[in-house]
């Protein structure tokens, strides 16, 4: 099936979830399996006649960081005008709305990363924002329109009795109470029943499935107006960032210190469902028509089987890719402020004075020194940054000043910034730079066993050996280990008015996991003349998988985020079978063999 164009993208988590959302949208069903993931595709109703073409897919498992790569994956693959997260979530205590309500979210709060102290309360550092302007000011307006719904909620069944014994709920005293008195007020005895109502406001979004109401009090102090607690959309809020706008619509299956019933959970699967069809019928996003090639029409494809002219071959669609990866997000601000460190290395030694490596807290990586000024991408005064600047002078600008600027000096400094950021990050990813070669290397020691990665490659998800063990025999019969470290240098390039990276494949050999193996010269030009361009096509497949992961910490955010390589298309007639097979074993150097641990 040729890529079909899409106009709403879908992201469910849970089976019930899913399933749901098929219900609901049941009109002119097939499965189209993208180069990431395979999608159920649908149509539904855009209002005034028009149809909307969908594509539906359930991620893998909960959380944010696999919401980001799916939300990623349905974005390259499809290129959606618009993605809806639907779904459940938990409530908060409220007079407005209850179980079974629906939540639109125009505030993505990511309490995703948090610092715990000893003997000291956690802390946040709140992310997230707003969802695009355009959708929020639609949102905003739906109480005017709600005579295009067509009564969305019809044909769900009938609400679940809700059981308010004592027992049935849990955490403080007095929350315990509100939690009871507000639920009282909507489904207490002699209530009339009501059908499901929508509001739209804030909602909140980490990794942790929260039923702890000591959790929100934190929650609550840093951003008011909180209606719903969930764990995906602040991962689909980053990858949507700046690109495709997003929509989170959360039905409450349960409230916060009320213990949930499987009943409301089914029913909340089907209420944000309904309304994810009812809205669609506003048309929030417009349609995205056939493209149509300049002068003239498009060809008909040949399918096999078909009847074609004796002698002719239809031309094939071949995907090439550049070694470029686009830089799609970068910190949005900018910190400067004075300091008597007049390089890294004096700022380095001023921030270790006195302070012991077991007790240090982390130091973002992602700053420099210049003409007597610190830079950074992230704010020096929430981390020991602040002991060698002078706070009274730090001023906050916006990164896009510096790195689109016209000023090749300034261009030049946020570079320095970026690489700087690119290392801190891909630490964190168990990838280390290493100065003597100027690459960045997979880490991997002599004691632990060989480093695997999987990937996704053109077709299929792949398992590379990206640190592998080596043993040598030497003239006179003693043996030696080394490892070979995946790598690449990486440059940042300013192309078009768009920042890329580039990546160029290589490899480092060392004798102990950190140091250069005393022939890594030779082994380096040796696999390079075996190499062939599929290799490193893998290569380059294997870094993209590295730097678009999801993020692994829970206690900083990621710096620097990726959008997929480059990548073109062109038609090509030529009879593989002409060609020179790529997939050669690889070949050891002579009296060497790779040890498997």
Known sequence: MNQPIIDIGILTIRDDEFRAVLQAFTDDHAIYKGRHREYALRTADAGQGARYRLAILRQIEQGNGEAQEAARDLIDDLQPSLLLVVGIAGGMPSDDISLGDVVLSTRILDFSVEARKFQEETTYNVGGGPISKSIAAGVANLGARESEFEDWSSDLPAKPHVNLAPGKFYGPERWRRDVRKTLRAHYGRNVPSRPPRFIAGPVASSDRLVKDPKVLFPWITSARGILAIEMESAGVHRATRDRTPMLSIRSLSDIVGFKRQDAWTKYACSSAAAFARAYLRTQPVPRRGSPKPEGG????????????????????????????????????????????????????????????????????????????????????????????????????????????????NKRRLFVRLLNHALRDDLWSQGVRYYGDQDVYAFMGRPAEPPRRLNYANLKLRSTATVVSHYEHKGTKGKRYKYLRHGAFQGRFRFLGGQWYLEITPTYRFTRDGKELDRYHADRLSGIKRLERNRSVLSQLLIWQAVLRAPWPRADRPRLLEFAPLISFQFESSIDESSLTALDAPAILPSKEKEIEG
């Open 297 to 408: 029409s498009v060809p008909a494809a040949v399918h096999e089987g078909s009847k074609e002219e004796p002698g002719l071959q239809a031309a094939k669609l071949e995907e090439s890719f550049a070694n470029l990866i686009s830089l799609r997000h970068f910190p949005d601000f900018l910190y400067v402020a004075p300091t008597e460190s007049t390089t890294q290395k004096q700022a380095w030694f001023l921030l270790n004075q006195g302070v012991s490596r077991k007790s240090a807290d982390y130091v973002p990586g992602a700053w420099t020194i210049y003409e007597n000024n610190l830079y950074s991408l992230v704010d020096p005064e929430r981390s020991r940054l602040k002991k060698i600047i002078d706070v009274g002078g730090l001023e906050q600008f916006n990164s896009s000043e510096w790195a689109f600027s016209d000023d090749e």
